[in-house]
């Protein structure tokens, strides 16, 4: 087991509401990504961070911020969660920025109606 | 604009022969190719991975293609088993990981 743990893993919220998922790993990555899995698209990237309170964007990122204060947890939050954003949403950590790909969390099906 | 892309949504295979998984990408820049494999309820796990200066890369049943002049790659699994029923992501490191669209795979006994 890598180490990485997301929660909560199922959610279901309101149109309109803010949302937080936390993705915490015991590994020491310095990288740490937020991926949204979606039919016909496969993993996008929505942001990542390369280190303390280091973050930026991915190909995804309207509707969503992030923070990282601490090495070891990476918050995703939807400040106003829209439909659009029913999705599984998946962390993932790296050692480096490029190597031998990334270690993924188990996921968090997030339901917004 | 999808930059990797998996043409084939799913492939059903009988048990014991071959599965070929393919995948297209669009930019020239890509220099290191990877696999993962995803059960349901679970996260993507890496599975095999390639560079660009190889051609071919091997770990046991499965074995990784690169075309770099057709900007394309396969992954072939023999013999296929069911235990190998899944979806499978093509994926290539650009500044970051970029994912393909997945292919189910479905290996029947």
């Known amino acids: 087991d890598a180490g990485i743990t997301q929660s909560p893993r199922h959610k279901v919220t309101e149109t309109g509401t803010p949302v937080t998922l936390r993705c915490h790993q015991t590994?020491?990555?310095?990288?740490m990504y937020w991926y949204r899995q979606d039919p016909g698209h496969g993993l996008r990237l929505i942001h990542y961070?390369?280190?303390?309170?280091?973050?930026d964007k991915g190909e995804v990122s309207d509707g969503y911020s992030v923070s990282r204060s601490k090495t070891e947890d990476f918050l995703l939050t939807l400040e106003s969660a829209t439909s659009s954003q029913t999705s599984v949403y998946f962390c993932?950590?790296?050692?480096?920025?490029?190597?031998?790909?990334?270690?993924f969390g188990s996921g968090t099906r997030l339901t917004v109606v | 604009d999808q930059q990797v892309k998996q043409n084939s949504p799913s492939l059903s295979v009988q048990e014991g022969r071959i599965s070929i998984l393919n995948c297209d990408y669009t930019?020239?820049?890509?220099?290191?190719f990877l696999w993962y494999k995803k059960y349901p309820a679970e996260g993507p796990t890496f599975l095999i991975s390639?560079?660009?200066?190889?051609d071919k890369n091997e770990d046991g049943r499965f074995t990784v293609f690169l075309n770099k002049s057709a900007k394309h790659l396969s992954l072939h699994i023999v013999p296929s088993q069911p235990g190998d029923s899944a979806v499978y992501f093509c994926?290539?490191?650009?500044?970051?990981?970029?994912f393909g669209a997945g292919t189910i795979l479905r290996v029947k006994s």
């Open positions: 994926a290539a490191y650009g500044n970051k990981l970029v």
């Open positions: 390639i560079s660009s200066i190889k």
């Open positions: 930019n020239s820049m890509f220099d290191y």
């Open positions: 590994e020491n990555h310095r990288y």
């Open positions: 961070s390369y280190g303390v309170k280091d973050t």
């Open positions: 993932a950590i790296s050692e480096a920025a490029r190597g031998y790909g990334y270690t």
